[in-house]
């Protein structure tokens, strides 16, 4: 079976993202994969303490700093651990990448007085400086109605939860519109229903084999 080697799953916040991916991991573990789970922002020293200013809820950013920041937490992840552990054999999977970037940092708050938030082709261009060219082969957006997922979650809300509701609902309309930009394959999974049943829907995305020509599988 021809799997994808670099696989990112992304979504709203309270999608299930953390929950699938530990379940994919273990499916592809089982596979015969040997996989690596990553967090953006995170995994990193640097990462983690840019995590823990990027979404303390007491501190205002302007919106083109958040996006640098958030930038150069995956830089330093992509350089120390991904490159190495892609060149090493390893399958990865991580929790966001470059699509929200673009997705949360393009999307108003109403709350901006009218000023401009950036645009999606700039931190696509931005990210493909940050990110050295490395794009996921595979990116499942996991999918659900706001109101669902803001549900899900507890514990005090970080910067971006803060938000609220009206912000998020942008934020899934640019996940699905900016999709096709990502570089490699991209899926819509409907993330609704038992976690059993949306991990199949992951996994039958993660072992659909692509298409490479207009007349390959007839
Ligand atoms: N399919 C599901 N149905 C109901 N609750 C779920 C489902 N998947 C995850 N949850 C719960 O919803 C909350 C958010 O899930 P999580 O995986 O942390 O989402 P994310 O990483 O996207 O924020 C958690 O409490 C989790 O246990
Ligand atoms: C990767 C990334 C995440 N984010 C946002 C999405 C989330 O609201 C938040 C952190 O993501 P996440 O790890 O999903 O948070 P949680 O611990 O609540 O599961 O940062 C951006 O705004 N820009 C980015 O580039």
Redesign the pocket.
């Known amino acids: 079976m021809n799997l994808p080697r670099f696989i990112s799953l992304d979504g709203i ?1 309270g999608v299930g ?2 929950t699938q991916i530990a379940m994919l991991a273990e499916r592809l573990t089982q596979a015969g994969c040997d996989v690596m789970t990553v ?3 995170g995994s990193t020293e640097i990462g983690a303490r840019l995590r823990e200013i ?2 303390d809820s007491d501190l205002r950013m302007n919106r083109l700093t958040e996006a640098m920041l ?1 930038m150069a937490s995956r830089t330093e992840m992509i350089e120390t651990i991904l490159r190495p552990a892609l060149a090493a054999g390893k399958t990865i999977i991580s ?2 990448f470059l699509l ?2 673009v997705v ?2 393009s999307t108003g708050n109403g709350r901006e007085n009218g000023k401009p938030t950036v645009a999606p082709e700039t931190l696509w261009q931005m990210g493909r400086i940050a990110c050295g060219g490395l794009s996921p082969d595979l990116t499942l957006v996991l999918d659900m109605p706001v109101e669902i997922a803001m549900a899900r979650l507890d514990g005090p809300a ?1 910067r ?2 803060s938000r609220g509701q009206e912000y998020m609902a942008n934020v899934r309309e640019a996940f699905l519109r900016e999709l096709p930009q990502t570089g490699g394959r991209g899926e819509v999974i409907d993330a609704q229903g038992a976690p059993d049943e949306v991990a199949e829907r992951i996994w039958t995305a993660v072992t659909a084999q692509k298409v490479s020509g207009l007349f390959s599988g007839s």
């Open positions: 916040d993202k953390s967090r953006d922002p990027l979404l958030f929790d966001r929200a970037n949360y940092q970080d971006m939860e």
